[in-house]
């Protein structure tokens, strides 16, 4: 048997060479992206960095910690409270302190500190001296020299500072140095005290229960600028690792089945003389599994080796890009290779089951048939399997537009719940090519020339083919167009909403830095300007006892709010929220106007508020909001200004602009902060192109080995060809013809189950009321899958058309098996 293994894979090495770099392939990916995924589980540790050198730190406490019934839950606070001045003096009778106040200068690019505060911290001075006179600073070097005056947004506004000296960076945050009296007035809370005593004495000095932390050692971290971003970034990391690898195990079983039921289906007649020969069909299905595990064992092997070195690059480029943190490195991991190797082998026997199914039920009388046209493409098995996937796929979206239609905006579920229906399709892919195909060819067959009538005719009598061929060009574009198209639609959904709750004439952000007070006053006085500042913080809720759920919050004034939103309120008056009460969304477990529930501010504290009015859960951004004393230490990020009736907008908006320019404050239009809805992509859209990505060369392996396969078993038709009067370059363009009609089915397909995906999206953002919402088609996206896979579908076809067009005609013709 090994032998006659041996000799099959020495004379159809062509045939299993695209099912080898397939494998290969696919084990490399999943090596890669599970070392990868094997370095998130055990992250190093990492050292403090802001208060690296501080021997006990007191802050306010950044969690919320609730005793539940199954344990202590926790979740973080956006708003920890400051240090009480009061117990900063107590701390300070204990040893000597250094009080640190943390602001934004510069639109949010870098952080004010007293200086002060600096031997705590890694920062040492490279040149000059520390700040001693107002209006002094020290800076990064590389941000100035010492001398310089350079210009400064800082809290109170646009101003000009002299450089007294320079530190070395610090790769966690951009600081900028501040005289300690220059820092009080800038922001005069208090959010951090480093204390030289003992840590039972601060903690005595603090007391428990006044909602501050004393940090000793490694705690230190959580002073740190957003101490959870690498933990963020590694679940990130592990999505999105975690879906490429799981659509690379799905793409590979289905290349490597199909590749070897082609080849099945093309050596019909040598298994028919081996049941001549008095083999068993137990014996020739034993044929195909070890030709099957024998190329398992090799692209396993090889495919692990190319995860050695492609995890590590892997790892590199996640830095660059910004997905990883960038400590993130592979460490020394076995099980993901083991993993891998098993995993492939067993894709590989996996894709020959049905193949060798179907080689075993081959009839000794197959042997003396001749006939070009396939039968029998869609055995029972797959008629079944591709029907029960399409019904769960379906029964899936109805299921989640029914009961859920805001689960279906989530990432987890449109990359993964698509997949049912686009492998369902492509198991029904031999019934849906023949009348594909024809509708296509309609005209074309019509014509006088014979191109359109051969191409249709060929295409359809090799079904098979065909359908090996537009398989998996129908994924890929599925694929595309469903994850990226759905994306692009769920942004604008967001994008749109947005625009529709704003009805500000003018706005100013300032989502890192905030919006500073001095742009504020200088705006209210600008006549015909209304102004309403609103603060983005946080809302705790504990829901059934046992979670604690946070949800995104704004602070607002009800009055000012209603001039420059239009909320959608579906029961309740927003101009009812008060400090005693919230305003939240359906997606709350408890959403009844005049209800009461207890939440946890952004700050921590515990209150009781009555529900005031209830919103639509839209596409997912409608949050609690709050009034401005229920957001205490979050900053205004937002600020929208009406024009009055009246007002001459123009006039405004040079007023507004005015007060901008001295404050360092930039104002958008209500166009123009539309505008900025749209842009930008994210991780997200970059960790979908790495998917496309390998979706794309697993189609090119797919094309290239089915077309030189069958490009092969075809040399006989292309001598009749020859023979009947056609030149060589009319049987070329005829194969290249036929592979971009069958790209084009394929295409056509895809984007068919394309459709069907982002309808249901657009069923769901209908379900969820949400106005505007329109699908987005990724045109580019979709356009270069299909023109890459026309592109190698024509030259994988031509190629071996043309080397076999050298050997003359007649010989052709007269050539058997």
């Keep these: 048997m090994l032998k006659l293994v041996l000799q099959g894979i020495r004379t159809r090495w062509v045939t299993l060479a695209g099912s080898f770099l397939a494998l290969a392939l696919g084990v490399g990916i999943i090596a890669t992206t599970g070392l990868a995924l094997a370095a ?84 040492r001075l490279l040149s000059g001296r520390a700040p001693a006179a107002s209006g002094e600073v020290v800076v990064a070097a590389g941000e100035g020299a010492v001398g310089d005056r350079i210009a400064l ?56 229960g006044s909602g501050l932390a004393v940090l000793t050692g490694d705690e230190r971290r959580r002073a740190d600028p957003d101490p959870d971003r690498d933990a963020q970034a590694l679940v990130s990391v592990n999505a999105l690792l975690g879906t490429a690898a799981g659509i690379t195990a799905f793409v590979s079983v289905f290349v490597v089945a199909s590749t070897f039921s082609f080849a099945v289906a093309q050596r019909r007649r040598e298994f028919g003389l081996l049941r001549m020969a008095g083999a068993t069909p137990g014996q020739v299905r034993r044929l195909v599994y ?75 009388a197959e042997a003396l048939r001749d006939a070009a046209v396939d039968s029998g493409t869609m055995p029972p098995v797959r008629v079944a399997l591709g029907a029960a996937v399409l019904l769960t796929g379906a029964v899936l979206v109805v299921l989640g537009l029914v009961q859920d239609p805001a689960g279906l905006l989530k990432r987890k579920t449109y990359t993964t719940q698509p997949m049912l229906l686009i492998v369902g399709c492509a198991l029904f892919a031999p019934v849906l090519v023949r009348p594909a195909i024809r509708l296509l060819t ?55 909403e947005a625009r529709g709750q704003v009805t500000a004439d003018f706005l100013a952000l ?23 500042a609103s603060r983005a913080t946080s809302v705790t809720v504990l829901e059934e006892g046992t979670a604690l759920i946070r949800s995104d919050a704004r602070a607002v004034d009800p009055a000012d709010a209603a001039t420059v939103s239009a909320l959608p309120v579906v029961a309740g008056r927003l101009a009812d929220l008060d400090d005693r009460s919230i305003v939240v969304n359906e997606e709350w477990a408890e959403h009844r106007v005049g209800a009461r529930v207890r939440v946890w501010l952004g700050d921590g504290r515990e209150v009781t508020l009555r529900i005031a009015a209830v919103l639509a859960v839209g596409t997912g951004d409608n949050g609690v909001y709050l009034t401005p004393r229920n957001a ?11 024009v009055r009736a009246g007002a001459d907008r123009q006039t405004v908006g040079r007023g507004l602009s005015e007060a901008g320019r001295a404050t360092g404050t930039e104002v958008l239009t ?28 697993y189609t090119g392996i797919a094309l290239a080995n089915t077309q030189v396969m069958a490009t092969a078993d075809r ?103």
Excluded at 512 to 525: E, I, L, P
Aim: proline residues 6%; aromatic residues 4%.
């Design 40 to 123: 998130t589980f055990d992250g190093p540790d990492q050292a403090p960095e802001r208060f690296a050198a501080a021997p006990v730190v007191v802050r306010g406490a950044d969690q919320v910690r609730v005793r539940t019934s199954i344990g202590v839950r926790t979740q973080k606070l956006t708003d920890p409270r400051p240090v009480p001045a009061e117990v900063a003096a107590r701390l300070a009778g204990l040893g000597h302190t250094a009080v640190d106040r943390s602001f934004t200068v510069s639109g949010g690019d870098a952080v004010g500190h007293p200086w002060p505060v600096a031997p705590a911290t890694p920062y």
């Design 153 to 208: 947004t800082t809290p109170a506004g646009r101003g000009r500072w002299t450089v007294t000296g320079t530190v070395r960076p610090a790769s966690f945050e951009h600081a900028v140095f501040f005289t300690e009296a220059d820092a009080a007035r800038l922001s005069p809370d208090i959010d951090a005290v480093v204390v030289h005593a003992a840590p039972a004495k601060v903690r005595a000095a603090v007391r428990a």
């Design 290 to 364: 070890a030709e099957a595990a024998l190329v398992g064992l090799l692209a396993s092997a090889a495919g692990c080796r190319l995860g050695l070195s492609g995890a590590p690059r892997l790892a590199s480029w996640m830095v660059q890009e910004g997905l990883a943190p960038r400590w993130f490195t592979i460490g020394e991991q076995n099980w993901p290779l083991h993993t891998a190797f098993w995993t492939g082998l067993a894709v590989a026997l996996a894709g020959a089951v049905a193949a060798a199914h179907r080689a075993g039920r081959v009839r000794p």
């Design 442 to 496: 309609w005209v074309p067959a019509r014509l006088p020339a014979a191109t359109g009538l051969l191409v249709r005719e060929n295409a359809s009598a090799g079904l098979r083919r065909t359908a090996a061929v537009a398989a998996p060009v129908l994924v890929t574009v599925a694929l595309a167009a469903s994850l990226m198209g759905t994306k692009a639609t769920i942004d604008a959904a967001k994008a749109a």
């Design 510 to 532: 300032g989502e890192h830095a905030g919006v500073s007070q001095a742009f504020m006053d200088r705006a209210r006085r600008v006549p015909g300007a209304r102004v309403s």
């Design 632 to 642: 205490a230490g979050a900053p205004v990020d937002r600020v929208g200004i009406a």
């Design 670 to 697: 209500r166009e123009e902060w539309a505008a900025t809805l749209v842009k930008g992509g994210g991780s997200t859209r970059t960790g979908l192109l790495m998917i496309l990505a390998i979706a794309l060369v």
């Design 715 to 817: 040399v006989r038709d292309f001598a009749v060809l020859r023979l009947a009067g056609a030149t060589k370059a009319q049987v070329l363009r005829l194969a290249g013809a036929e592979a971009l009609a069958v790209v084009a089915v394929g295409a056509g397909l895809g984007g068919a189950v394309a459709a069907v995906n982002l309808l249901g999206v657009r069923a769901a953002l209908g379900r969820l009321d949400v106005p505007g919402a329109a699908v987005v088609v990724p045109w580019e996206a979709v356009g270069s899958v299909v023109a890459v896979s026309a592109a190698l579908a024509v030259v994988f076809a031509a190629l071996p058309a043309a080397v076999a067009l050298r050997t003359r005609p007649v010989e052709l013709a007269g050539a058997r098996e």
